[in-house]
């Protein structure tokens, strides 16, 4: 019997998430109402989501509150909880940065079976100066980090998009523009003409007692 409630236990939490819905959204209302959680998340129901992503992506409640950020739409994850997610992976297999102020190179090695499939992402400063980066303050002061930021979630997505769901950081989603609401027109109302349904109405019966009228006379004839 104890074996079968530490069974219960761990289904319920996992890494101290709670697994229903409902559990989520009284702790995302508690943890809202404790103010140790960014102000942005200001709702239960955005703390809500956010714990939800972060059970997708294995993540404790704290850690997906104070680490997901919500830009453009979308949500977000660092670069150190990216390499951490993709770190705890079974298929794991080490990872290589090679960089400096210019440009940054990142290899995920892959178990795949018995082989080792190994991913790459590169990031230069040309590609920021493409991407309209380089003005950025970050960028000014911290280009290798900000470089090997790039270049790992590039492999990273790469190599893990079953842990990662194509997350991107929110250094990414901020070069992207949110897609505009577009309402569709709403069409104006086809008038009817009045009667329209009583002409209607008088052809169907006057087809079916057409076909009444021939039915009967088929009957008469065979009788006869």
Known sequence: MSDEK????????DNLMPVSL???????EQLVKSGIIPNSINTPQKAMAILQMGHELGLSPMVALNNISVVNGRATLGADLIVAIIMKHPDYAGMEIKGDDKQCT??????AGEKIDTFTGSFSMDDAARAGLVSKDSWKK??????????ISYAARDAFPDALSGIYMPEEMETIEAPEHI????EAPVEIPKGIFSQAEQAIKSVINEKALCGIE???TLRS
């Open 6 to 13: 530490e069974i219960m236990k761990v289904e319920r939490f």
């Open 22 to 28: 409902r559990d989520k959204f009284f702790l995302a």
């Open 106 to 111: 990142v290899s995920i090695r892959r178990r």
């Open 142 to 151: 911290y280009p290798q980090r900000m470089l090997k930021h790039r270049a």
């Open 183 to 186: 309402e569709t027109p709403i």
């Open 218 to 220: 088929k009957m008469l």
